[in-house]
């Protein structure tokens, strides 16, 4: 574009010499509009353009840094503390209430025989009480509490055994004879002592007329603890 507009200039100067020689020459004018529009539109839109484009990507930038950074910083790891366990106060097991109720009294021992819920509920924490009940659902057996105030060495029970004559006959007659020995118990600890005989459960079937003996003398040779000894009526 510059080379164009010398030529221009260049031709006009050689067509006014060649018409008058005494004319003034006139380059001034000519030199002065295309100086102008040389000038004016390559300056202008590139400095705004430019300064437009650095200022925007940069604030824009900036900002956009500043935003993420300020976001990093200030979020915080949440931290779950478990909450403290409440304490709960243990209270300690009530002491038995003594002379027992509801027991048969015989100097210093206590007795009676238990209700089926009774026994269900020592059963339920005792172990060797469980396996005992477990043989009654076959042999007629016989069950009772029983206590003393200075403790024994060894318990003896005796109980007959008895039930209806027949399937047809109602009249209760005795079948044999149950003794039942067992270990030694504390001062006024209330054991449950499960009398098992070998006679095969029956409707009607039981074990009564229990008898107990607290021994404090050393267990005898021929006793064994614990045993069940049952011994049929001819």
């Not at 509009?33 to 940069?58: I, L, N």
């Not at 790891?77 to 027992?100: E, G, I, N």
């Not at 007795?111 to 269900?120: D, N, W």
Request: hydrophobic share 35%; net charge positive.
């Amino acid at each position: 574009m510059r080379k164009l507009l010398v030529a221009v200039i260049a031709f006009t100067l050689i067509g006014g010499s060649a018409n008058a020689a005494t004319k003034t020459p006139t380059p001034t004018p000519t030199a002065k509009s295309t100086a102008k529009a040389t000038t004016q539109p390559t300056s202008k839109p590139t400095a705004k353009a430019s300064a437009a484009s650095t200022v925007k990507s940069t604030a824009n930038a900036t900002a956009k840094a500043t935003a993420s950074a300020s976001a990093t910083a200030t979020k915080k790891k949440v931290v779950y503390k478990p909450r403290p366990r409440k304490k709960v106060k243990v209270s300690p097991s009530p002491s038995a209430v003594w002379p027992p109720k509801g027991y048969v009294r015989n100097d210093d021992i206590y007795a009676k025989v238990p209700t089926s819920k009774e026994l269900i509920g020592l059963a339920s924490s005792n172990k060797t009480l469980a396996k005992s009940l477990n043989s009654c659902e076959t042999f007629t057996c016989g069950a009772i509490l029983a206590t003393s105030l200075t403790g024994c060495n060894w318990w003896e029970f005796t109980g007959d055994v008895t039930g209806p004559a027949s399937d047809t006959d109602n009249t209760i007659i005795k079948y044999g004879t149950l003794t039942s020995f067992f270990g030694s118990t504390k001062p006024k600890q209330i054991q449950p002592f499960i009398l098992v005989s070998d006679e095969t459960l029956k409707n009607g079937f039981v074990v009564s007329n229990i008898k107990v003996a607290c021994h404090r003398d050393p267990v005898p040779s021929d006793v064994k603890i614990p045993s069940n000894n049952y011994v049929k009526t001819n």
